[in-house]
Protein backbone atom coordinates (compact mmCIF):
# COMPACT_ATOMS: atom_id res chain seq x y z
CA UNK A 1 0.00 0.00 0.00
CA UNK A 2 1.32 3.26 -1.32
CA UNK A 3 1.04 6.47 0.92
CA UNK A 4 2.47 10.05 0.23
CA UNK A 5 1.86 12.29 3.44
CA UNK A 6 2.96 16.08 2.63
CA UNK A 7 3.48 18.51 5.97
CA UNK A 8 5.16 22.17 5.36
CA UNK A 9 2.59 24.17 4.56
CA UNK A 10 1.37 27.25 6.36
CA UNK A 11 0.31 30.83 5.88
CA UNK A 12 3.26 33.42 5.09
CA UNK A 13 3.71 37.11 3.60
CA UNK A 14 4.93 37.52 0.43
CA UNK A 15 8.15 37.21 0.08
CA UNK A 16 8.82 34.21 2.94
CA UNK A 17 9.78 30.87 2.35
CA UNK A 18 8.63 27.31 3.35
CA UNK A 19 10.21 24.00 2.48
CA UNK A 20 7.08 21.23 1.84
CA UNK A 21 8.22 17.70 2.82
CA UNK A 22 6.84 14.76 1.26
CA UNK A 23 7.43 11.06 3.34
CA UNK A 24 6.70 8.29 0.92
CA UNK A 25 5.57 4.99 2.70
CA UNK A 26 5.21 1.58 0.46
CA UNK A 27 7.40 3.32 -2.35
CA UNK A 28 11.41 4.08 -3.25
CA UNK A 29 10.99 7.47 -3.99
CA UNK A 30 14.42 6.76 -5.93
CA UNK A 31 12.37 4.86 -8.80
CA UNK A 32 11.43 7.05 -11.59
CA UNK A 33 10.14 10.15 -10.88
CA UNK A 34 8.55 12.07 -8.54
CA UNK A 35 7.45 15.58 -8.37
CA UNK A 36 4.82 18.08 -6.85
CA UNK A 37 1.78 19.58 -8.24
CA UNK A 38 -0.56 22.78 -6.89
CA UNK A 39 -4.24 23.01 -7.55
CA UNK A 40 -6.11 26.15 -6.23
CA UNK A 41 -10.31 26.19 -6.07
CA UNK A 42 -11.80 26.76 -9.17
CA UNK A 43 -8.29 25.94 -11.19
CA UNK A 44 -6.45 24.01 -13.12
CA UNK A 45 -3.80 21.36 -11.54
CA UNK A 46 -0.34 23.02 -12.23
CA UNK A 47 2.34 20.65 -11.89
CA UNK A 48 5.33 22.71 -10.14
CA UNK A 49 8.17 20.67 -9.83
CA UNK A 50 9.61 17.23 -11.06
CA UNK A 51 13.10 14.83 -10.25
CA UNK A 52 14.07 12.05 -11.76
CA UNK A 53 15.93 8.86 -10.88
CA UNK A 54 19.04 10.59 -11.83
CA UNK A 55 17.99 13.86 -9.92
CA UNK A 56 17.46 15.80 -13.20
CA UNK A 57 14.95 18.29 -12.47
CA UNK A 58 12.70 20.23 -14.18
CA UNK A 59 10.35 23.52 -12.80
CA UNK A 60 7.11 25.25 -13.91
CA UNK A 61 7.97 28.88 -15.44
CA UNK A 62 6.25 30.39 -13.02
CA UNK A 63 8.52 29.22 -10.19
CA UNK A 64 11.69 28.78 -11.75
CA UNK A 65 14.43 30.20 -9.78
CA UNK A 66 12.43 30.60 -6.81
CA UNK A 67 11.30 26.72 -5.96
CA UNK A 68 14.21 24.19 -5.71
CA UNK A 69 12.87 20.30 -5.89
CA UNK A 70 15.32 17.76 -3.80
CA UNK A 71 15.00 13.74 -2.50
CA UNK A 72 17.00 12.84 0.34
CA UNK A 73 16.47 8.46 -0.85
CA UNK A 74 17.92 7.50 2.93
CA UNK A 75 14.75 9.49 4.30
CA UNK A 76 12.44 8.30 1.57
CA UNK A 77 11.65 11.87 1.49
CA UNK A 78 11.04 14.54 -0.85
CA UNK A 79 11.34 18.05 -0.52
CA UNK A 80 10.02 21.22 -2.24
CA UNK A 81 12.09 24.52 -0.99
CA UNK A 82 9.93 27.72 -1.97
CA UNK A 83 11.20 31.27 -1.42
CA UNK A 84 10.62 34.54 -2.71
CA UNK A 85 7.16 33.44 -2.29
CA UNK A 86 3.72 35.46 -3.94
CA UNK A 87 0.31 35.56 -3.63
CA UNK A 88 -0.17 33.74 -6.60
CA UNK A 89 1.55 30.74 -5.13
CA UNK A 90 -1.29 30.28 -2.80
CA UNK A 91 -2.86 26.68 -3.51
CA UNK A 92 -2.83 23.75 -2.12
CA UNK A 93 0.51 21.58 -2.86
CA UNK A 94 0.86 17.46 -3.71
CA UNK A 95 3.55 15.20 -3.71
CA UNK A 96 3.04 13.05 -6.68
CA UNK A 97 4.69 9.50 -7.90
CA UNK A 98 4.92 8.81 -11.46
CA UNK A 99 5.53 5.19 -12.04
CA UNK A 100 7.67 5.47 -15.17
CA UNK A 101 10.85 7.42 -15.92
CA UNK A 102 9.04 9.13 -19.24
CA UNK A 103 8.16 12.28 -19.54
CA UNK A 104 9.22 12.98 -16.08
CA UNK A 105 7.96 16.78 -16.56
CA UNK A 106 6.14 19.05 -14.69
CA UNK A 107 2.98 17.84 -17.02
CA UNK A 108 4.10 14.21 -16.53
CA UNK A 109 3.89 14.37 -12.78
CA UNK A 110 0.45 17.10 -12.62
CA UNK A 111 -1.55 14.65 -15.13
CA UNK A 112 -0.03 11.28 -15.12
CA UNK A 113 1.17 10.45 -12.13
CA UNK A 114 -0.11 7.42 -10.23
CA UNK A 115 -0.10 8.09 -6.53
CA UNK A 116 -0.32 11.60 -4.83
CA UNK A 117 -0.91 12.74 -1.46
CA UNK A 118 -3.79 14.58 0.69
CA UNK A 119 -2.26 18.03 0.21
CA UNK A 120 -0.73 20.75 2.34
CA UNK A 121 -1.98 24.31 1.60
CA UNK A 122 0.54 27.17 1.28
CA UNK A 123 -1.15 30.87 1.46
CA UNK A 124 0.49 33.56 0.68
CA UNK A 125 -0.69 37.34 1.72
CA UNK A 126 0.40 40.41 0.12
Known amino acids: HVQLVESGGASVQAGGSLRLSCVAYGYSISRYCMGWFRQAPGKEREGVAA???????KYADSVKGRFTISQDNAKNTLYLQMNSLKPEDTSMYYC????????????????????WGQGTQVTVSS
Open 51 to 57: IDSAGNT
Open 96 to 115: AARLTPQDCTVIGVAFGSRY
